[in-house]
């Protein structure tokens, strides 16, 4: 079951990749050379070579000091200006200009940045198509979604005397900080949002899949006014912290771990200044009941808790298993993962691929072998076996609620499975759990089921009946209860969560209805709707 790893001879032309070393950041409306220091950046992928397997470094980006990262803070103040400046004070019109400008130029660069998500990230060719085709979809949704917002709310309310329009406003400063697993979609959902509504932006990329987003540093230039969205790279103690501290941050916009989120939010100064925008852990789990059609439902949820390698925060990460059908269902699981093939991102058919995230194998073998000690059997042949970066799935049963797999959010290809022969069993599991993102169930009898969700939807977000969990369709509100979110995502919940309910009225007299009349023959206003219709 050993894992093999390319020679370099035998890479397809096509999915070559020359190292990228990054000298250039955005700020201010200008791309700026850099000549500090930098940090390396190596792909999980390794190069046989002659026997012996060497990392391939992709390239490098630059590591900023605080003295850098607080002045692209001032960039995006200065830009921001207390609402008075270009960005916050233009019309959606003009925001939705610039945005479907950036979106032409970024469909340019499509070919590169998949290539660069194989390479950085360790994702299949496919994924990666995916993960570009669908951003751009989410980004013209968003558009869409803005101008039916913006249509909605023009309409002037006639109340108790006054005369009012209610309308959406910015926040001010956003720091955006995305996640390594979806370094363009799940970046994106925060970031374009966020312009759209008129606030500017501090933007650090994922430490893994930095490089990816170099392309695009030239089409945010091109398509935004200076100083709506500025870069910074490093490490977070040295970039971020003095960022937070500043006390000039409106808006904290991360997707990550609920550990790293309380660090940075905790040095705001100002907490009931800042909102947050957080995307969390998950440890979401499915419950499969007695009558589940296995032979169909089972391919659901090996992809639901395998896809990219199980990392992903919607991934199935423990799965409750009923006594009954323990056997019939390991036994079709295993059948059903037999089918999925390991190897290289650019490989056809290919599903399991090596991980990113330095020291990753390491950390869950540890979880592995604890699991096993606490009386778990690896039930696939080769589960569990490493290779540098790349680590082969291990199915797991019985998983002990003594083992830390059971209550941890693995984020990588170990999927433990539970036993149980009550269905209070997995309830108290899932209402103890810190976590609350979302749950699948799996089952027939609607009787049963409707039950089930009276109790879970007071316990996660999202309840999934047959289906694996996941984030899609983007229109679809993505949440969690716990510490598993704050706040809510999807094209429309997105624009609401970075903007804010103004008001402005006026007494409703003859007097009132002229003066606004003028003022919208004169367009003094751009934040006043340009027809009055009452």
């Known amino acids: 079951m050993s894992f093999v790893f390319p020679t370099e001879e035998s890479i397809p032309p096509e999915y070559r990749i020359s190292p990228i070393h990054q000298k250039t950041y955005l700020l201010g409306g200008e791309i700026r050379e850099w000549n500090g220091e930098t940090q390396m950046v190596q792909s999980p992928i390794f190069l046989n070579r002659n026997g012996k397997l060497e990392p391939v470094i992709l390239g490098s980006y630059p590591s900023f000091d ?45 070919n590169q940045i998949i290539l660069l998500l194989m390479w950085e990230i360790g994702k299949t060719e496919k994924d990666a198509t995916k993960e570009f085709d669908r951003t751009i979809e989410y980004l013209e949704d968003t558009i869409a979604s803005l101008l039916e917002l913006e249509s909605n709310s023009s309409k002037y309310i006639s109340e108790s005397g006054l005369i009012a329009q209610i309308k959406r406003s910015p926040y001010g400063v956003v720091l955006c900080m995305g996640p390594f697993n979806y370094p363009l979609n799940e970046t994106f959902c925060t970031l374009i949002p966020a312009i759209l509504m008129g606030n500017t932006v501090v933007f650090k990329p994922a430490k893994y899949g930095v490089l990816l987003l170099e392309p695009l540093l030239e089409c945010f230039q091109k398509a935004f006014p200076p100083g709506v969205i500025n870069t910074v790279y490093g490490d977070g103690a040295k970039v971020i912290s003095p960022i937070m501290e500043s006390g000039k941050i409106d808006v904290f916009a991360f997707i990550g771990s609920s550990h790293t989120a309380n660090l940075i939010t905790k ?184 039950k089930l969700i009276d109790t879970l939807v007071n316990q996660v977000a999202r309840v999934n009946w047959n289906a694996q969990c996941q984030r899609g369709p983007d229109v679809f509100p993505f949440s969690g209860r716990k510490d598993s979110a704050d706040g809510t995502l999807s094209v429309s919940d997105a624009l609401r969560v970075f903007s804010l309910r103004t008001v402005v009225s006026f007494k409703d007299t003859e007097k009132g209805r002229n003066l606004l009349g003028d003022v919208l023959k004169t367009k003094s206003s751009r934040y006043l709707s340009e027809e009055f219709h009452l």
């Open 66 to 110: 605080t003295a850098q990262s607080l002045e692209a803070l001032e960039a995006a103040v200065t830009a921001y200006n207390h609402g008075t400046g270009v960005w916050p004070t233009s019309t959606p019109k003009e925001r939705i200009l610039a945005v479907n400008h950036f979106v032409s130029l970024m469909k340019e660069k499509r």
């Open 267 to 450: 040095k705001h100064p100002k907490l009931n200044r800042l909102r947050s925008v957080l995307g969390l852990n998950a440890k979401n789990p499915a419950i499969i009941l007695p009558d589940t059609d296995l032979k169909s439902m089972v391919p659901e949820i090996v992809s639901g808790s395998l896809s990219y390698n199980g990392q992903r925060c919607t991934a199935l990460k423990i799965l409750f298993v009923h006594k009954d059908i323990l056997d019939e269902f390991t036994k079709l699981y295993l059948e059903e993962f037999s089918k999925w093939k390991s190897g290289m991102p650019w490989e056809p058919g290919v599903h399991l691929t090596p991980l990113p995230e330095e020291g990753k194998t390491k950390w869950l073998k540890v979880l592995l072998d604890d699991a096993i000690a606490n009386g778990a059997k690896i039930l696939n042949p080769g589960g569990g076996e490493i290779t540098e970066s790349f680590m082969f799935p291990a199915i797991l049963s019985p998983v002990s609620p003594k083992a830390r797999l059971y209550h941890e959010e693995q984020f990588g290809p170990l999927v433990p499975i539970v036993p149980y022969s009550n269905i209070e069993e997995p309830l108290e599991y899932i209402i103890k759990s810190n976590m609350g993102q979302q749950a699948s169930v799996f089952g027939e009898d609607p009787n049963v089921v409707g």
